[in-house]
């Protein structure tokens, strides 16, 4: 499975765009891209997965470039509710579920 | 639906004892994911089932920790016996079958702390 590397932690104010950038350099034809999100005492959550291009829906855009070696989680006009640790993860098409979560960004969001 | 189901949300025990955690998945999921999460090491997976059957048990730390699917409704992870090491959280997941790297939707976890 294609390891992955994003920052540690961010900040950002209430309003703001937030980029978060993940790299999978190792990734291979068949991995999608797949981004979690995880509120303290909580489990993860999906927010958004794609293959290449862009993605986007009522959460968050992806942006993919045409190499896939990196991607970009793009939480537009963030909140205090946004705190959380989000985690790139790469999963492979075939019939592998095997998640392999590494430790995530912490983004805090400041009023 | 009420989503991925776990119980007890806390678990305190003291070294040595039996601790059994209890999942039920979302109704109509053919995947159950068990991890554990801690500070150090993050968020590992233990074990998954497919339609019940264990498929893959490489995460299981070693021999004191067990799970089971007896049927689609339910999965038990027992820690027999516990170690304060194996205090963590403990998350169920569940995912129904479809594209691999489908979406995995997580219970609220057992946090389980071993005295």
């Known amino acids: 499975l294609a390891k992955t590397t994003q920052p540690i932690s961010m900040d950002s104010y209430e309003g703001q765009e937030v980029n978060i950038t993940c790299s999978h350099n190792?990734?291979?034809?068949?991995?999608?891209i797949t981004w979690y999100q995880q509120f303290p005492s909580q489990g993860p959550r999906f927010i958004i997965q794609?293959?290449?291009t862009k993605v986007t829906n009522e959460v968050a855009s992806l942006f993919i470039p045409a190499d896939r070696k990196s991607s970009t989680l793009s939480l537009p006009r963030v909140s205090l509710s946004d705190t959380a640790v989000y985690y790139c993860?790469?999963?492979?098409?075939?019939?592998?579920?095997?998640?392999?979560f590494g430790s995530g960004t912490r983004l805090l969001v400041r009023p | 639906d009420a989503g991925v189901i776990q119980s007890p949300r806390h678990e305190v025990t003291e070294m040595g004892q039996e601790v059994t955690l209890r999942c039920k998945p979302i109704?109509?999921?053919?995947?159950l994911f068990w991890y554990r999460q801690t500070m150090m090491r993050g968020l590992e997976l233990l074990i998954y089932f497919n339609n019940n059957v264990p498929i893959d048990d490489s995460g299981m730390p070693e021999d004191r920790f067990s799970a089971k699917m007896p049927n689609a409704s339910f999965s038990n992870l027992k820690i027999q016996p516990s170690e304060p090491r194996d205090s963590a959280v403990y998350f169920c997941?569940?995912?129904?079958?479809?594209?691999?790297?489908?979406?995995?939707?997580f219970g609220p976890g057992t946090r389980l702390t071993v005295l």
């Open positions: 993860l790469v999963a492979p098409m075939d019939s592998s579920y095997k998640l392999i």
């Open positions: 109704s109509g999921h053919d995947y």
């Open positions: 794609g293959y290449k």
């Open positions: 190792n990734i291979a034809t068949n991995d999608y």
């Open positions: 997941a569940s995912s129904p079958a479809g594209t691999p790297g489908n979406e995995q939707f």
